[in-house]
């Protein structure tokens, strides 16, 4: 069973296509109801559920609930997040960092809560995407770029604990400079990580680009 956060971005809906044509069970997971209804009719067989997941313990009965009706995840896919930026860097806003600051608290509330779960797993996965921003930070894009590189360290630090606890499992970062356009791309490249070893791709940033 795969979980998807941030579920109805377009990415976010081709993991979820690709995952279900897979055969795996797929909750998808995000805020606006009407736009989670909008991903139940255009994937068949996707579980839809309205989560903050910026607020732990909303994640930890989300996590109850699940475990409950589907068991332990096998997978975590972290696309929670979007680009604000602009100005240099005087004008990096409170505002703009409040938004991006919280992708990245959603990856951490998911992760703490779901951990035990990609342990347990016979082949568990985490992924996420970053961006090109990380190794090559401008000034407009500060804010951006440093919420990305917390994400990007977060998950490394996962897939460190992965090696140790549970080496049958990995965390990985697909990193793009836009995803726009790749969305299809991403959804076979999630699937294909049940296929790689996991001692290949724990820990490893993969570029995310046109074949």
């Not at 997941?53 to 989300?62: H, I």
């Not at 790689?196 to 940033?205: K, L, M, Q, S, V």
Request: aromatic letters at 6%; one cysteine or more.
């Amino acid at each position: 069973m795969v979980l998807i956060a941030g579920a109805t971005s377009a990415s976010g809906e081709a993991a979820s296509r690709a995952l279900t044509a897979a055969g795996a069970t797929v909750v998808a997971v995000g805020t606006r109801t009407e736009a989670l209804d909008a991903l139940a009719a255009a994937v068949r067989g996707v579980d839809t559920r309205v989560c903050d997941l910026g607020d732990r313990n909303a994640v930890a009965e989300l996590a109850m609930r699940v475990h409950v009706e589907f068991g332990r995840l096998d997978g975590l896919v972290h696309l929670v997040g979007g680009w604000r930026g602009g100005g240099g860097i005087a004008e990096q806003s409170d505002d703009d960092w409040d938004f991006l600051e919280r992708g990245f608290r959603t990856l951490r509330n998911t992760t703490r809560v779901f951990y035990d779960d990609l342990v347990a797993s016979p082949a568990g996965r985490l992924a996420i995407v970053s961006s090109t921003a990380v190794e090559s930070p401008y000034a407009g894009g500060a804010n951006y770029a440093a919420a990305k590189a917390a994400a990007d360290a977060w998950t490394r630090a996962v897939a460190q604990g992965l090696a140790k606890q549970a080496p049958q499992s990995a965390a990985v970062v697909f990193v793009v400079k836009t995803l726009a356009g790749l969305e299809d791309r991403l959804g076979e490249e999630i699937v294909g990580l049940w296929a790689a070893d996991a001692g290949a791709i724990n820990g490893r940033r993969l570029p995310l680009g046109q074949r």
